[in-house]
């Protein structure tokens, strides 16, 4: 769920109807977007390379839960989709015994 009027919400309502990759275009033009990430990005304590599309060695990672097949998957920067980790059982959290073993 995301907050009523926020970036978030606005851009997912823009990106629903569309495809992916017009959905990408919306992403990579929206200045209100970029300027929240700008923001995020600065608070962090990794040092910023100097050219945006220089290469890094520490990348974006996270796992998240679908629900459409209550699997875990894995987001990685450097992967070119997502890593199915494998389903986690009815009724636990994705943060409890069950849900860690897959990440």
Known sequence: MTLPDSILSRVLAACRPLKTLDRAQVLENDAELEAAYKLAARQGDSEVPEKA???????????????????????????????????????????????????
């Open 53 to 103: 599309k220089d290469e890094v060695d520490f990348h974006y990672v996270c796992s998240v839960k679908s629900n459409k097949d209550r699997h875990i998957y894995e987001r990685n920067g450097d992967r070119k989709g997502p890593v199915d980790k494998g389903p986690i059982v009815v009724g636990k959290d994705v943060l409890g015994v069950c849900g860690l073993t897959l990440v």
